[in-house]
């Protein structure tokens, strides 16, 4: 795991290994993928929360593309989860994002062992409504970089970033 140091400030004391993940968060792992038309991977909840069904997508995916400019962007949008959507407290915000984390990269393995991806959780530590916290995805394309692993420390937000390499 590659973290900047406003992460490693932010972690400073508060991160708990034995934290549960809440229900909520665990049901969205639980529901897992949709594999779209040119190898787009999108998570079932925020897929069925933004469209009525595959084919919608599908038969506009080229349109997706042009907003997106690449199966990436579309990816990193889609698969945008708010973590303090369903936490309250900053400690427990911070521990269910790495927590959702790494249940992610172990749910991704199992799912898509053949396929790379960046998973990363970022923070927003100056939201008027307290500590804001989102977790992104995306499959690993050549030619394709939305983060750049070597510039983590140009992120001023606390930021976390994950890769799967595919076995």
């Not at 934290?19 to 897992?32: A, K, M, V």
Request: include cysteine; charge should be negative; proline fraction near 2%.
């Amino acid at each position: 795991m590659f973290t900047n140091n406003a992460m490693k400030n932010l972690m400073n004391g508060v991160f708990q290994k034995d934290f549960c993940l809440p229900d909520e968060l665990q049901i969205i792992l639980n529901e897992g993928f949709k594999k779209l038309d040119r190898g787009i991977i999108v998570f079932n909840r925020t897929f069925s929360e933004q469209f009525s069904s595959c084919e919608d997508v599908n038969s506009n995916i080229d349109k997706f593309l042009e907003t997106f400019i690449d199966k990436s962007g579309f990816e990193n949008f889609i698969n945008k989860i708010h973590i303090d959507d369903y936490v309250f407290e900053s400690v427990d915000i911070v521990n269910s994002a790495f927590i959702f984390l790494e249940k992610f990269n172990i749910l991704w393995g199992q799912s898509f062992p053949e396929i790379n991806c960046i998973s990363l959780i970022s923070f927003d530590t100056d939201n008027e409504f307290g500590l804001g916290c989102v977790f992104r995805f995306h499959v690993i394309r050549e030619g394709s970089e939305i983060y750049d692993i070597e510039k983590i420390e140009d992120f001023i937000e606390p930021m976390a970033i994950k890769v799967y390499q595919a076995v």
